[in-house]
Structures are given as C-alpha cells and as structure tokens.
C-alpha cells in the first residue's frame, strides 16, 4: 500500500505505546508498575460529571459552534483575567478537542513548508511530527540538567535564522517539570518581539505547580509579545479530565479564526457535553484541584528522595507537571544479564520484560540519557517500582 510520504515520516507517540503495552501485560496477569501514564490517577470531579449528566438529560448532544460554545469561551476568557491577568475576548478563544489539537491547529495554521519550529529539547513528543505534518522543521534547542533544562536568551539567538517562524514554549514542562520563572520569560520574550518570531505557549500544566513556584505566562508580559503568542491550555490534566478531550487556544484574532477554520473541516466542534463539563470544571470549586496538587507534591517528594538514593541515578526536583526526568547516562554502556543496555530505549525495554516496570525512554525527549517517570499512580504503586528498579540497578554490570 502507498501511503503519503507525510504521513510515513510521522512517528507513533512512544508514551500511548508503552502505556497500552503495560495494560495488556496486567490484562495477561503480569504486575507490571506502569511510570508512562501522562495523567492524573484521580477521578474526575463529582460536580463536573453532574455538569455532563445534566448536559445530557437535557438534550445537549447535538452540534455546537465550531469553535465551542459562547459560555465556555467567556469562561475562558474569565480564567485568563483571573489567573493570568490576560484579557482575550471570546472571538479570540478556539475550544478544541484536547489542548494537543489546539496546538496541532496553531502549527498547521502559522507554518509554511521547510519553516522552522525552535523546540527547547528535552520536548514533548508530539511537537515534533505535527511539525512534519505541516511540512516544517523542528530545530531542536538543547537544554541539561545544569541550566534546570530551561534555554537562555542568549542560545535562542543562536538558532534563529530568516526560516524561523515560532517557538513552542511549554511551562511547567513535560518531560522536566521544570517552569520558567518571569525573570527567563521576558528575556525570551525580547528576542522574540526584537525577531517577530511567533510562540506557542504550552501551559497545560499550569495548575499543577509546586512550593513557591509562580506560573507566568509570557503572553501577560506586554502587549507586543501577547501580539506573537498563542496561549494553549485546557482541562485535561487539572481537572482530571483527560478523556473528556477540552483544550483551548487564546491569540490575536486573526490566527485564531484561521485556526477555527481548519477545525472546522476536520474535527467540527469538540463534545457538545464535555464543553458543558469543561465550564462547571472551570467556574465550580476548586478544591478537588488543590486536594489532588498536594497529593502529587507527596508523591513527588518522595519519588525523587528515592531515585537519587540509587547509584548511577541523578534526578532534579521538578517544580510543576507530574513527572521526574532522572539522567541515567551513568548506567548506560552497562549490561543486566549479558543483554548490553545501549540507550535509554534499551533501557525501558530490559525494564519493563525483565522487572515489569514501563518507562518512557528519553531519546523520544530528545534527550537519550535519561527516562521519564509519570508520578500520576499510587504511593503503592511509586514505592513497588522504585523496589524493582533499585534492585535491578544493583545487578547491572
């Protein structure tokens, strides 16, 4: 079969498959720990089913507006003055089907062939292949553990050339957790304003932040970066809604209806009755939100406590999300019962047959030295997981 050469360069998302491919271990009765889950362990919130339930009875299931109805975008609209001291006004919001389409709807509707896309690395996996999809190229900008994976002013510079066209910025960070702080984002946002170079500003992870960590969007830092930037968000990973499948985008005007357009012939409107679960998650109580922050901060604590106890393992405190992006390149070049572990992927492979614990490995990151580890399941299931894989270290050679 022929298929398009866009569509044979795109590469599957490593994280769904080793997530499937631990559920269909414990399905055959293995008690595989799965670390590769991207969200949250918790139910989502009574009130906002109730939301969806009611939505329901109440005949919401038919077409809506393309781009979401108008009480969830002025919602939207709201949390951006509230939360972020943005002021958008509904013909500037696109609600879409989970904040990844937002940002596949961005890139598709900003990018022209062979423009570049700047990608601090390590980036989440998806950002690469919708950036083939839109015949552009990913420029990937390297990060390390000694500058807190956060890229300075100074190399973003370096990378620009005539091609680039956006930068995709995303805070708190998946895989790193690491967030830029408002100091970072308005020297960022200088080089961009100075270049005229567009951002994608991933926020997805906004509510889940940790300590005294503040989250900053850069689109609220004056009116001529706001002018480049499109704001994505959603409900997904703070409401524990990730199936439900509500993002948005917030940006000038013109991008957002070019971005509405393209939706329009391709997914038409998201959920009628998610929209509706999506305005009572974000104008109901909040509380289910701070209870489930705080138990990942527990989590967190503890999963990076134990993983800088293991020898060949060095793991930075994440300040937001809910992963840990521990650097194993000390473990790398070593063997676990003669099979030669060569990279992170082999890595994640001889984990997961031999001990029964998923990983993602890091190369998918753009960063081959070290794995990611989803803190989103049970201090049960953390504490079983870090077992194995302390045992397991003490047996590499």
Not at 104 to 113: D, H, K, R, T, Y
Not at 327 to 341: E, P, R, T, W
Request: glycine share 6%; net charge neutral.
């Amino acid at each position: 079969m022929s298929l398009s050469k866009r569509i044979g360069s795109i590469s599957p998302s490593v994280t769904l498959a080793i997530t499937a491919k631990a559920k269909q271990m414990k399905a055959d009765g293995i008690d595989v720990v799965g670390f590769g889950a991207g969200e949250p362990d918790f139910d989502t919130p009574e009130h906002i089913k109730d939301a969806a339930k009611k939505a329901i009875d109440e005949g919401f299931t038919k077409y809506t507006p393309a781009s979401g109805i108008p009480e969830l975008k002025k919602a939207i609209c709201r949390k951006f003055k509230t939360d972020n001291n943005l002021d958008y006004s509904p013909d500037e919001v696109l609600v879409s089907c989970g904040a990844k389409h937002s940002i596949f709807n961005a890139i598709l509707a900003l990018c022209n062939e062979e423009d570049e896309v700047i990608l601090p690395s390590p980036y989440w996996v998806s950002y690469p292949e919708m950036i083939k999809v839109a015949g552009a190229k990913a420029v990937a900008l390297k990060t390390s553990h000694e500058d807190s994976f956060k890229i300075s002013p100074q190399q973003l510079k370096e990378v620009i050339t005539l091609k680039t066209k956006l930068l995709i910025l995303n805070s708190p960070s998946n895989p790193t957790g690491m967030v830029y702080s408002k100091e970072d984002l308005v020297a960022i946002s200088k080089v961009l304003v100075e270049k005229g170079i567009f951002c994608i500003s991933d926020e997805i992870y906004e509510k889940i932040i940790y300590d005294s960590e503040e989250h900053i969007s850069i689109a609220s830092l004056n009116p001529e970066i706001k002018k480049l930037t499109i704001v994505v968000n959603g409900v997904s990973k703070s409401y524990s809604m990730t199936g439900w499948r509500i993002g948005y985008a917030a940006g000038p005007k013109e991008i957002i209806k070019a971005m509405s357009n393209l939706q329009s012939h391709s997914t038409s409107n998201p959920t009628s009755i998610s929209q509706k679960a999506s305005l009572a998650a974000l104008e109901g109580t909040q509380e289910p939100l701070y209870n489930m922050v705080a138990e990942f901060a527990r989590r967190r604590d503890y999963i990076v406590d134990r993983l800088n106890s293991i020898e060949g393992i060095s793991c930075l405190k994440p300040q937001g999300a809910f992963y840990v992006f521990p650097d194993v390149s000390k473990i790398i070049g070593k063997a676990f019962k003669g099979q030669a572990i060569k990279d992170s992927s082999s890595l994640a492979d001889i984990l997961l047959e031999e001990v029964n614990v998923a990983v993602v490995p890091g190369g998918e990151f753009g960063a081959g030295e070290y794995i990611r580890l989803s803190y989103a399941t049970s201090m049960e299931n953390i504490t079983k997981g870090l077992d194995r894989i302390k045992e397991f270290v003490a047996k590499i050679s």
